[in-house]
């Protein structure tokens, strides 16, 4: 964890709890909605739809922290993310209860009982989303938002990629169910010492009015009226569509079907944090110069080659095996690139009016719909025995894979971009939560004067 003291930063330090919030945070969703999860539902026999499900929650119930919003009036925007991310933590106390119990075979009661839980800790998770990073934008400082950002993304990454080196030592060095104990474990203490976190912070001013009845009015025009943004916009959900089944159905895969151990399929993972790492890395000094679009390209022949390499494993396998420490990396660079590229492009194509507006529905619209993707694949990749993956299918799956990555590379040929350097729209959380772009809709709630009524925009092109 980065060292934040008075002495070498005494402007940060005031804001320091909200910064381990960051931390303890990412301890609880790095399990709760990642990889340890996908392989405690193939523990238990879930199916590959069951499994989708349970995975595709989080990006479903994205409209949810719209509602959530109306509450803000009423309860603030502290009182509203502490009730959300207090929630949240004893919906795991399922999966830990599960994990004590230790079924022996698929019960069915489990697998549905994951279900629910899993719904419950993603509506809650999102109505705390509703409100935290509008909270935590609107206390920190303006000269000190871009320190704290890049921070609070330290702190997540660090977190994130520690967590995944704890479950993998567990699952080599102890039975399935008691590392995935000491795992819900460690997310449930994330859950409260966040919890923690955010209660020593002080409040904002509360919103005083709703503006919901503008923003039903506004998003279909946004998404439907002729223009760049609503071409991108739609690029965009067919990028999530294609890629947001991968990491779920890979780490099922090679679990239920390949045999391998859940602490190499653990180690993966990790490389795919590498890869998202090397990604920003190699575009983070080129951005600027050549724009955002080659690197959208980048990303979207990146995905193209791992839905090839992912078909040539699962058709030969063998010394194919090999592969896959690359297929994973890759995984990353891809949503590296496409991850902060978006972000850059999207700035450049936004409306002038309704800034605030247009990005929470490009994140509300692809967050959505990319979420039935997983759902919907899941079904169909369904075996004959009801728990692995059916072989052929697939196959399918990634033939579809490198289908919808070169029909993005030639969408992509008709995306125009501005010249010139943009403030990109670069917040610290989107990078590991993009859903949490829905919450810049809290910046509509307050109907503005009309000398006010380009605030929104002034806000958004502020963040760093």
């Given amino acids: 964890m980065p060292f934040i ?33 996908v392989l405690f539902m193939e523990h238990l026999g879930a199916n590959p739809f069951e499994v989708g499900l349970v995975f595709a929650w989080t990006f479903l119930l994205t409209p949810a922290q719209v509602v959530a919003t109306t509450l803000l009036p009423r309860l603030g925007f502290k009182k509203l993310t502490l009730l959300g991310w207090g929630a949240r933590g004893w919906f795991l106390l399922v999966p830990l209860g599960l994990s004590l119990y230790a079924p022996e075979s698929r019960v069915g009661w489990s697998i549905y009982s994951m279900v629910t839980a899993m719904f419950f800790y993603s509506l809650s998770r999102a109505v705390g989303a509703a409100a935290i990073t509008s ?13 704290y950002w890049s921070t609070d993304q ?4 660090i977190a994130a990629v520690g967590t995944l080196a704890v479950c993998a030592l567990l699952f080599a060095v102890l039975p399935p169910y008691w590392a995935f104990t000491i ?51 739609w690029v965009a959900v067919l990028f999530f569509v294609v890629t947001t089944p991968i990491g779920p159905f890979t780490a099922f895969y090679l ?10 399929i653990m ?61 994973y990396f890759l995984v990353g660079v891809g949503a590296g690139c496409f991850t902060t590229s978006n972000l850059n492009f999207l700035a450049k194509n936004l409306p002038e ?48 894979t490198v289908v919808g ?32 772009a829905m919450t810049y809709l809290i910046n509509l709630v307050e109907e503005p004067a009309p000398q006010d009524a380009k605030a929104p925009a002034r806000d958004v092109d502020e963040q760093r």
């Fill in 5 to 37: 003291s008075k002495k070498n930063d005494p402007e940060l330090y005031a804001y320091r709890r909200g910064l381990h919030f960051a931390f303890f945070n990412a301890l609880n969703w790095q399990v709760a909605v990642g990889t340890p999860t």
């Fill in 255 to 264: 679990k239920s079907s390949v045999g391998l151990g859940a602490w190499q």
């Fill in 154 to 157: 330290m702190m997540g990454g």
């Fill in 183 to 233: 795992q819900y474990l460690i997310a449930i203490f994330g859950a409260w010492m966040a919890l923690r976190c955010l209660g020593s912070l002080p409040d904002v001013e509360r919103p005083k009015t709703m503006s919901l009845r503008y923003v039903a009015s506004k998003t279909p025009k946004l998404m439907f009226q002729p223009g760049a943004f609503r071409y991108y916009l």
């Fill in 267 to 327: 180690l993966f993972t990790m490389l795919q944090y590498l890869g998202v790492i090397a990604g920003n890395w190699f575009m983070r000094s080129r951005t600027d110069r050549v724009g955002a679009k080659p690197f959208l390209r980048l990303s979207f022949s990146t995905y193209a080659v791992i839905g090839a390499g992912w078909w040539c494993y699962l058709h030969a396998g063998g010394w194919m095996g090999a592969a896959l420490p690359v297929l």
């Fill in 353 to 400: 009016g309704d800034r605030a507006l247009a990005v929470a529905v490009h994140s509300a619209i692809t967050a959505f719909l990319g979420g039935f993707s997983p759902a919907l694949w899941g079904f169909y990749l369904r075996g004959s025995d009801g728990k692995s993956l059916d072989l052929a299918a697939f196959e399918i799956f990634f033939i579809c």
């Fill in 135 to 147: 909270w935590l934008y609107g206390l920190v400082p303006a000269s000190i938002r871009g320190r």
């Fill in 405 to 436: 990555a070169v029909a993005l590379l030639l969408l992509s040929r008709r995306l125009t971009e501005k010249t010139g350097h943009v403030k990109p729209l670069l917040e610290g959380s989107w990078l590991l939560r993009p859903f949490r």
